[in-house]
């Protein structure tokens, strides 16, 4: 009877050992599972970054542009200019200061969304911090009660030397791992104070972002104002209206050449497919199949027919390859469909202009921008803003040009449109 009843209390003070073993591992366990779920600190940080390193990067390539124009029209002012030369000039110079002023805007929204995201992931991770060193508490105060003491007795109290050596394995284990807690929390306390510091920054940023705004804006509307005193001494007479549809027709000329090598480089992808081609990662829908079923681009007037149209005020013929919608100044300008923006440019008789490819060899076309929200190389989709209305390049308001090309021919665009 007696020797029964030290077999049982033997086997009893056994499991209580290994039971207090599994609490200790299962307590290691639960650290390791809290520091495996934190999110990643900065990686949800890097699409925008890269998009507010690839649009300042183009904002800068603007301002030295400006500069350039500014010293341009500095010069001219020493010299007897003709009118049309004055109003070219001022126009490549506001619709310069109107993209920049549209890229400050797509940088200002970039830098609410990352500050926004930013506060997140830093409450988020403080909480998890907080309450992984919580946890962490406790285990010190269990280590520094137990520790040692209940160590050696769990390795003194064993039934066989495999045993002792398991339970030996088991214990440097914890340690090891109470060390890699240890520098995890310490990693994790630097990861939250480089999440602090980039809040700072972004926030200097914003406000950075504000002020260039406002210069350009004050820019904005005094060179404005200059383009409509400008405007005003033009004598409109029939031989002023055919000079300005030749530097158009040129112009057009122009844009269909840009709309050629584009195809061409199409092309030569399809044949020679690049490994890490950008295009060949984008799935296109198919464009042709959305006729008659695009969204408008602008809300407005059509002014400007397709096809071969009279002017009244040259009293000739002209051949449109798009339409001219009238629309207010500022007003948004959406692509029609899912594609690329594969160019963004500026020309005399079509302002600030955007191409979109929709894959398959179809292309859309916007001119007259004011400004403009978007990248090249920037995947768009099917009503997504892109710009607002503008009168650059234009001497009749504000109104948006629009095209749709394909296969190296245009297409009247209000077949298109629903």
Do not use: C
């Amino acid at each position: 009877m007696y020797y029964t009843l030290v077999m049982h209390l033997s086997i009893i003070r056994h499991w209580e050992q290994i039971i207090r073993l599994v609490q200790v591992m299962n307590f290691r366990i639960i650290f390791l599972l809290f520091i495996f779920s934190f999110p990643p600190l900065l990686g949800a940080q890097s699409k925008y970054d890269k998009e507010l390193l690839r649009n300042r990067s183009r904002l800068k390539q603007l301002q030295e542009e400006i500069e350039l124009i500014k010293e341009q029209i500095s010069l001219s002012k020493e010299r007897a200019m003709s009118i049309n030369e004055q109003i070219a000039m001022l126009d490549k110079e506001l619709a310069l200061l109107a993209h920049s002023r549209g890229l400050l805007e797509r940088e200002s929204r970039l830098l609410v969304a990352k500050v926004r995201e930013t506060n997140k992931l830093l409450k988020s991770t403080q909480a998890r911090f907080d309450l992984l060193k919580i946890l962490y508490a406790q285990r010190l105060i269990y280590a520094y009660k137990y520790g040692r003491v209940r160590y050696l007795e769990l390795l003194l109290t064993a039934e066989s030397f495999n045993q002792a050596i398991i339970r030996y394995k088991y214990l440097r284990l914890i340690a090891e791992q109470d060390e890699r807690i240890l520098h995890n929390l310490e990693k994790k306390k630097r990861q939250i104070e480089k999440l602090k510091k980039q809040l700072s920054i972004d926030l200097d940023n914003k406000r950075q972002n504000l002020m260039e705004k406002q210069i350009q804006q004050n820019r904005y509307i005094e060179r404005m104002r200059e383009r409509q005193a400008v405007l005003k001494k033009i004598r409109w007479t029939q031989s002023t209206y055919k000079k300005r549809l030749a530097q158009k027709e040129l112009e057009r000329k122009k844009l269909n050449g840009i709309i050629r090598l584009l195809e061409k480089q199409r092309l030569e992808r399809e044949q020679k497919p690049l490994k890490d081609d950008f295009y060949t990662k984008i799935q296109f829908n198919n464009f042709r199949q959305a006729k008659g079923k695009l969204p408008w681009p602008v809300q407005g007037k059509v002014i400007t027919k397709y096809g071969k149209q009279r002017d009244p005020k040259s009293k000739t013929y002209i051949k449109n390859t798009d339409i001219e919608i009238s629309s207010t100044l500022g007003t948004p300008v959406h692509s029609v469909f899912k594609g690329i923006v594969s160019v963004i440019t500026y020309m005399p008789a079509y302002g600030n202009t955007v191409i979109i490819d929709h894959g398959k060899g179809y292309y859309t076309v916007y001119a007259h921008l004011d400004e403009i929200y978007v990248v090249k190389n920037e995947v768009v989709e099917t009503g997504q803003v892109i710009a607002t209305v503008g009168d650059s390049g234009s001497l009749t308001g504000a109104k948006l040009q629009f095209g749709i090309y394909g296969g190296n021919k245009t297409y009247n665009p209000e077949i298109w449109l629903r």
